[in-house]
């Protein structure tokens, strides 16, 4: 009886980690096609497998806690939350272009010098992040950027810009 109730929870875990294998499998097409438009700086190739509503809501939330970080009564906090959303449009327009993340492309060794990665190479830097997001990740590194599914299309939805040691080419 035990056995049978250990191959029962085995079978569970196996075809659970079998699924994330799968979106991770499957994410790795759009991440490679998100990565080559960033080295190649391919606007077009870059907008769509980017959600910009997404990392722009991302910045405005680091705006607003930021602004809740100062001390209560602080007119500037009052201030920084009334500018949070068109401020977060405008950094967003900004940084929201291949150009910014190509510390992170070159992290993953998507070079001019060097050959592209393949698909299994970028899944097995893929890693679940839970609500069936799956983030780009060297081993036991940080997460640098967060793919979400959006109909068949996995989609660029998040990043941690110390990280992805993000910054504007001048």
Excluded at 12 to 34: E, K, N, P, Q, W
Excluded at 48 to 75: F, S
């Amino acid at each position: 009886m035990r056995i049978r109730s250990l191959l029962a929870l085995a079978a569970v875990g196996v075809s659970l980690s079998a699924c994330s294998t799968v979106d991770r499998f499957d994410a790795a097409g759009d991440v490679h096609a998100l990565l080559v438009a960033i080295r190649d700086n391919d606007r077009a190739g870059f907008d769509a497998h980017v959600d910009r509503q997404a990392l722009k809501g991302q910045i405005e939330a680091r705006l607003m806690d930021e602004a809740r970080q100062r001390q209560p009564g602080d007119k500037w906090m009052a201030v920084a939350a009334i500018l949070a959303g068109p401020v977060a449009d405008v950094a967003g327009e900004a940084l929201i272009r291949p150009e910014t993340f190509h510390a992170a492309a070159n992290y993953y060794g998507y070079t001019p010098d060097r050959p592209l990665p393949g698909r299994v190479a970028i899944a097995s830097a893929l890693r679940p992040a839970g609500d069936g997001r799956v983030c780009a990740a060297k081993k036991d590194g940080p997460c640098m950027l967060i793919f979400t599914r959006e109909g068949s299309t996995w989609r660029l939805t998040g990043f941690d810009p110390q990280a992805a040691n993000l910054h504007l080419k001048r």
